[in-house]
């Protein structure tokens, strides 16, 4: 009991210290604690500015809403480019204006008027089994007949699968994305769900042959992060980067903004500023595989097949926009039943 | 007794447990009501599209999910309750509490267990192609667990304790002579366990099946790992992928309403039963031969499948996970968080119980027999909802605590209920007094009136007779009602995700962080550890039903 008891009273009083030290930052995240603290670790071991977190799961949004003006939130750090425009509707983000964050990230990968900014990028690609004959693939292929019964892909309300049917709808329009979602969906070998990493234990255990998931995936798996065994399902796979017709890869962002009510302003800018710095951004790609946002940092070599991406052009709060009738369509043609 | 000495024995009862009882309610009720002002702000469109898109398929899901969990619960835990409480087999007392491990492990864990255990790559399949003399998946591979009759078989697997738990409690206060006389009148073991057991359990089967099924119908993990489309589902994916608050609370208080009146259906069916209590011990029957085994195995099969199977693979990932990353050494910091919070939460889950089951049980009426059904509300919501309808009324208090504190003393102490965990324990005992009022319920059910009467004409005081009479004779349910939300509250992860204060974690949280990349591996040793927590109350319990 005793540990649960200076545990609770530890808490008490960080919580009032937080708003009284000026070499402190509050960071409300929904971000993996694992990807995220070594990153912290090193930025307060160059700035001295403590950082305290908080990992959340879904309402980041509700509880930065409702702690209002008291709130000791300063940044808000998210992945999907659909929370990071939620954010900015509900007046949860301030903008900021810097020189080292715009001179890092490119244009389209940061909100014109500084109300956020991504930091990684991931894409959205195709797991196919190693001896299939395939070296190119769009997402309209999907829905051919000649993968009737051969695809395995996680809910269609999954974040992830949302933001590429937005996709979908931005470059061909609502009903066009509705036929292919049904295309997809007749094609389906299981059930959608589960997780990206499934559809290669599933390729290797001979329920479908190609599937689409995230790119870190891949890196995760061949690392042997996530143990031998999924070492063992990414070798029954060859990664290919799927592209739009007419367009690129489908890309998706990790982000942060500064808090409305932040009481670390200064603090919280300072982290921004060093997630864009070479340091910062190579240990996104080196320790979760993903591709930085600043232009010059190279991928990780364990990804290096995947290396080279052609990223849609599609404006990213575009696709945010068609959320909603995404996952609507996704229901409309029954995509995970 | 005439009615004016009734009247004044209500009167005596003083207005005293019907205020506390009316406030345990409003605690409940607040969250719930903060949804329905999000409700409000509405959602248009929504019901035109659920009604053609989603409810067809959701609701047959749900229909369906919740027959199959609720037939598997409650048979598998009334027939093993009686076996238990009434017959004498080989293993019996090992039985006792081991039939309560599933418990330990959360819904989430056992799917993630049994997808890796039974895939065509995993060790099962493995082995039984090596038997067959296949080599490769491509070859031979059985039908995938992920399906509607996978989930309804892992979910009734570790939920049945649910309905096993207060029913032994049930027949570990009852009448031993009612059962004697159906002996005597020439009824056999089994007759006796279908005429008299079985209808004598019924309330206590029917509170155990709605929290299983609550939680089945609440559940998201293990939903999401079996691709199962629940109604629940449909609230998440209209909150989260459509920002669609409103529309979420609406679905998830229409469910809610459908909830609480099958509760209330299934009440108005045994209003009219009342039951008496004798002081005899239950006479166990010995069983021999065929039976004795036939007894054993069918104890044995939940207890293997519910909880040794998914324990032996997560001691085997956990163990996997230590020689690759060692011990985190935080990982005793949030055991003992874990512990601590749950314990508090647990406690005053229990009291708050009671004072809304003592209020309905000394002050018979509407009144406080609505006080009693409102406070169950907050087991009714998913996990995730009911916290974030917590966030408005936590964030409120949080308010005018600071304010009152500036104006009193001078200082603001920012948001302290959210800053220092107070929200937890206010979240776990919303969530899941309904365990408590259920269950105390349920076992006061059993105390007859009359020894109210008696003890009142010797003088008692009605709050003496509730400490005197009715907490002790409800003990074995109380302690029952106990364990099972300490395990929820260890084992809860939405509202102690979103509610807890900066730089805090307890093992669920932890497991999530671990998790949250998809390696459901990785968190093997803060589920292990979430495991053998709720293993201890087990072994406790065990001893206070056996006294």
Known sequence: MRVGLSGLIGAVLAAQAVAASAQELNLY??????????????????????????????????????????????????????????????????????????????????????????????????????????????YEDLAKPEWQGKVCIRSGQHPYNVALTASYIVHHGEEAAKTWLEGVKANLARTAGGGDRDVARDIMGGICEIGIANSYYVGLMRSGAGGPEQEE???????????????GTQVNVSGAAVAKHAPNKDQAVQLLEYLVSDEAQKIYAEANFEYPVKPGVAVSPVIEDIADLNADGTDLTEIARQRKTASELAEAVGFDN | MTPELARSFRLRAGGGWQAAALAVAVLV????????????????????????????????????????????????????????????????????????????????????????????????????????????????RLPDIRSMPGCILLLGLVLYPYVYLPVRALFAMQAGNLLDAGRTLGAGPVATFLRVAIPLARPAVAIGTALALMEAMNDIGA?????????????????????????????????????????????????????????????????????????????????????????????????????????????????????????????????????????????????????????????????????????????????????????????GPGLLLLGSGAALIYAYVARFLAIATGGIEAGLSRVPRSLDHVARTLGRSPGQVFREVHVPISRPALAASGLLIFVDCVKELPATLLLRPLNFETLSTHLYGEAARGTYEDAAIAALIIVAIGILPVMVLARTIRR
């Open chain 1, 29 to 138: 995240t929904t971000r993996e604690p694992n990807l995220i603290e070594p990153l912290l670790a090193s930025f307060s071991e160059s700035t001295g500015v403590k950082v305290n977190t908080i990992f959340l799961k879904d309402g980041l949004a509700e509880r930065v809403e409702q702690e209002g003006e008291a709130s000791p939130a300063d940044v808000l750090m998210t992945v999907d480019i659909g929370n990071l425009v939620d954010l900015v509707d509900r007046g949860l983000t301030q903008p900021v204006e810097s020189e080292a964050l715009a001179a890092a990230i490119p244009e389209n990968l940061r909100d014109k008027d500084g109300n956020w900014f991504a930091l990684s990028q991931r894409a959205r690609v195709l797991y196919a089994d190693k001896d299939l004959d395939l070296s190119s693939f769009t």
């Open chain 1, 233 to 247: 399902w990414v070798k029954a796979i060859k990664v290919v980067l799927p592209t739009f017709e007419g367009g």
């Open chain 2, 29 to 140: 009720l607040l969250p719930v009501l903060a949804l329905g002002l999000f409700a409000l702000r509405g959602s248009p469109g929504l019901w035109a599209h659920l009604v053609s898109n989603v409810l067809p398929v959701a609701a047959r899901q749900t229909v369906i999910l919740l027959l199959g969990v609720g037939f598997i619960v409650a048979t598998l835990g009334t027939v093993t309750a009686w076996l238990v409480a009434a017959c004498d087999f080989p293993g019996r007392r090992i039985f006792g509490w081991a039939l309560l491990l599933p418990l330990a492990v959360p819904t989430y864990i056992v799917a993630y267990a049994y997808l890796d255990l039974l895939h065509p790559v995993g060790p099962v399949q493995g082995a039984i192609r090596g038997w067959l003399g296949y080599s490769s998946p491509r070859e031979f």
């Open chain 2, 223 to 411: 939903a999401e790992f079996l691709g199962v489309r629940t109604l629940t589902v449909s609230v998440y994916s209209t909150w989260i992928n459509r920002s669609d608050l409103p529309g979420a609370a609406q679905i998830a208080l229409a469910m809610l309403a459908i909830t609480m009146a099958l509760v209330m259906l299934e009440r108005r069916g045994r209003k009219r039963q009342r039951y008496a209590a004798g002081a005899q011990p239950l006479r166990r029957t010995r069983l021999r031969g065929w039976r004795a085994w036939g007894a054993t195995l069918v104890c044995a099969l939940p207890v293997a499948f519910g909880f040794a199977a998914p324990a032996w693979y997560l001691v085997g990932a956990a163990w996997a996970r230590y020689r690759f990353a060692g011990l985190s050494p935080r990982i005793l910091e949030e055991a003992g968080n874990t512990a601590f919070f749950a314990a508090l939460a647990t406690l005053v889950a229990l009291l708050l119980g009671l004072v809304v089951t003592g209020a309905a049980r000394m002050r018979p009426g509407r009144l406080t027999q609505t006080m009693a059904r409102l406070s169950t509300l907050g087991y009714a919501v998913p996990g995730t909802i009911l916290a974030i309808g917590l966030l408005p009324v936590i964030a409120l208090a949080d308010r005018q605590i600071a304010a009152a504190s500036q104006a009193l003393l001078g200082v």
